[in-house]
């Protein structure tokens, strides 16, 4: 069946979108638009639109790209409410799948959802999944005034995946000349690199000073924001970066930065030189590829260090974004 225009109706809402979520309230006493929860300490608010990815993994990543945001701050994601928007017309099991797929993700992180809304509505070519992901910090968040200079930057990768596995989702060909089919397939359904909120919350707050995720615009945009917040900046090693095993083979091949290529799943960790080797550790105990790329400086430059060479980094055009449009 094809779901309607507008407000999805309450019995809908029951049958395809509610018995899949982990729900704060009893959607039966409380028929209304708003839901409340008592917390303490300090909020953590991060919000996130899931479009310009495959239509069946919008579920997955309506949790975890609110959710990563929410456990750089070191934050415990707790909350989520949700705007689910789609298309009239759209099928009723594309809804049902991907919130069933959300409830999953949500348990996984014990997230309860708090909230939201659910429509279809003119205009709308493609479903769009607006998530915002609230959690609660005992102590004051972290600081970019806390970096200093000769402190250093350590990546978790794997570094470029998400480009790798939308390439082998909506643009399989072009990973197949690098990949064997069945290796490609398996990329295409693997998730597990994009779970950054687990990692992340896992880490000891005490021996990080920092932590910054990698997205749109890749490595180069992330490390600008680093320079751009804590007013330092920073000399990277490129053959020290830990990169998913196939993203620098495509970008030979297609001409591309790896630099500027997305890379949601990776994140950055400034902490003190004497502190390092435990988080790499500690990252490694999570199956998470990891190393030291570089560190701060005071002269305020984004400097490359790429085969003995120096030069200033500087940002480019992300080749994520002439694809999603190849997304039906």
């Not at 910054?212 to 020290?240: K, N, P, V």
């Not at 997305?262 to 502190?275: H, N, P, V």
Request: aromatic content about 8%.
């Amino acid at each position: 069946m094809s779901l309607p225009k507008g407000k999805l109706g309450f019995a809908d809402l029951e049958r395809l979108v509610f018995r899949h979520l982990p729900r704060v309230d009893d959607s039966r006493e409380v028929p209304l638009d708003f839901i409340t929860a008592q917390t303490s300490g300090n909020i953590v608010a991060a919000s996130d639109p899931v479009i310009g990815v495959p239509l069946e993994y919008y579920g997955f990543f309506a949790v975890h790209y609110s959710a990563a945001d929410i456990s750089m701050s070191f934050a415990i994601p707790q909350y989520l409410t949700l705007g689910v928007y789609y298309p009239p017309g759209t099928s009723e099991k594309w809804l049902e799948s991907n919130m069933r797929q959300l409830g999953d993700a949500a348990r996984d992180l014990d997230i309860n959802i708090l909230g939201g809304h659910t429509g279809g509505y003119d205009g709308l070519t493609l479903p769009i999944i607006s998530s915002t992901c609230l959690g609660f910090l005992p102590e004051k968040p972290f600081s970019p005034r806390s970096v200093k200079p000769k402190d250093i930057l350590i990546a978790a990768g794997p570094v470029g995946r998400e480009t790798t596995w939308f390439l082998a989702n909506v643009e399989p060909e072009k990973v197949d000349e690098v990949l064997r089919s069945k290796k490609r397939k398996q990329v295409a359904r693997d998730l597990n690199p994009f779970n950054v909120a687990s990692v992340a919350c896992s880490l000891s707050q005490k021996k990080i000073l920092l932590m910054h995720d990698l997205a749109e615009g890749g490595l180069a945009t992330s490390l600008t924001e680093l320079c751009r917040a804590t007013g330092f900046g920073l000399t990277i090693q490129f053959d020290s970066i830990p990169w998913d095993s196939v993203i620098l083979r495509l970008c030979t091949n297609l001409g591309w930065n790896p630099l500027h290529c997305s890379s949601f799943g990776s994140f950055l960790i400034a902490t003190a030189e004497d502190r390092a080797s435990d988080i790499l550790y500690e990252l490694k105990r999570q199956n998470r590829p990891a190393a030291i790329i570089g560190g701060f400086t005071s002269n305020q430059q984004l400097l490359l260090n790429r085969g003995g060479e120096t030069a200033p980094l500087s940002m480019g055009h992300d080749p994520y974004r002439d694809y999603t449009s190849h997304i039906k």
